[in-house]
């Protein structure tokens, strides 16, 4: 890794970390600047979802009264079913060839920017008709977890509409739930995926200092730009990866 390489990481964390803290998209900026340094596309998916580990765990602390706040076994049962799915997800991308997800790769970055730039909607459109789904369901969370163990893109925005659909309305304890079941699962992913050897550590250590300090000291410069311009930028960058990474497969 040269010096170059460790201060695009570092960057590209600290904007992410920023990202994550205010609105969400950070991994549009991750993954790419591991895989522009030269890491094969299975690794540094592996790395960046290694390196945004302290953001979930702030997340989590910031939103802990609202987490301890939640029914204690419905807390352990729903963090179970999370750990499994995690699992299982980042199995499937221990086994995965870098071929094979360098083809998924530019669809999972554009699906993550459409529920990224349309998730109020997609929210807003599950509250209204959640009446058919089991409130806490298994069926709807685990294929949530273990596509948050394969590809973490836009894994908070599904989580918040998979809560409408269960009938939640409390926004405050839905995030809380959110930051805590993202966590759990990151955490559990980058244990499986470190066992794999999928980890770059040294660019992955660079990016999390970097999303570390994005998360803390970035946040209050996103929250001087307007929502809407913020929200274009994030879908900009998101649309922007898609289009250059199904160019990589010509």
Known sequence: MTWADALLLFGAGFVGGMLNTVAGGGTFITFPALVFTG????????SATFAAMPGYLSGALGFRREVLAFDRRQLLRLTGWMLVGSVIGSGLLIVSSNAAFRLIVPFLLLMATAVFLWGDR???FAARHSSG?????????????IYGGY???GLGIVLLALFSLW????LHL??????????ALSAISAAVLAFGGLIWWGPALVMMVGNTAGGYLGAPLARRL?????????????????ALFFYRLL
């Not at 890491?39 to 592996?46: K, L």
Request: zero cysteines; a positive charge; hydrophobic letters at 55%.
């Open 39 to 46: 890491i094969p596309e299975v690794a540094a998916n592996a």
């Open 122 to 124: 997609v929210r807003d």
């Open 133 to 145: 789904v089991t409130a806490f369901g298994v069926g709807t969370l685990l294929p949530v977890a």
């Open 151 to 153: 590809f973490n893109g």
């Open 167 to 170: 009938g939640m309305t409390n």
């Open 174 to 183: 839905m995030n809380g739930l959110k930051t805590w079941l993202s966590f």
């Open 226 to 242: 307007p929502k809407g311009v913020l929200r274009a930028l994030i879908a900009a960058v998101g649309f922007g990866m898609s």
